[in-house]
Nanobody, 121 residues
């Protein structure tokens, strides 16, 4: 079984920084794209940032220049460095990864449990 475990959320003042981590564990042959989403109560989950297996990145317009997504393939881990945080960044952040568990198997979508980020003074 594959698990994604997130960490690093919390309460931070506007203008502050947080670094989220998401580690994949279990039966893993290959990890393709890894992504971070955020979601507020009553709203749809929105894509924040994406990184391919080769390191190409994409960001939502709202976080460009402030957030940086990166990955450590040796550790099966994706990170989200969040700087210059704003109150509107407050949300539950979820990591997502497309993972092929075994060599001859198909790739599936996996989600972490979510971590709360609150930006408030």
């Amino acid at each position: 079984q594959v698990q994604l475990v997130e960490s690093g959320g919390g309460l931070v003042q506007p203008g502050g920084s947080l670094r989220l981590s998401c580690a994949a564990s279990g039966s893993i042959f290959k990890i393709y794209a890894m992504k971070w989403y955020h979601q507020n109560l009553g709203k749809q989950r929105e894509l924040v940032a994406r990184i391919t297996s080769s390191g190409n990145t994409n960001y939502a317009d709202s976080v460009k220049g402030r957030f940086t997504i990166s990955r450590d393939n040796a550790k099966n881990t994706v990170y989200l460095q969040m700087n210059s945080l704003k109150p509107e960044d407050t949300a539950v952040y979820y990591c997502n990864a497309v993972i092929q568990p075994v060599a001859m198997g198909i790739a599936n979508d996996y989600w972490g449990q979510g971590t709360q980020v609150t930006v408030s003074s």
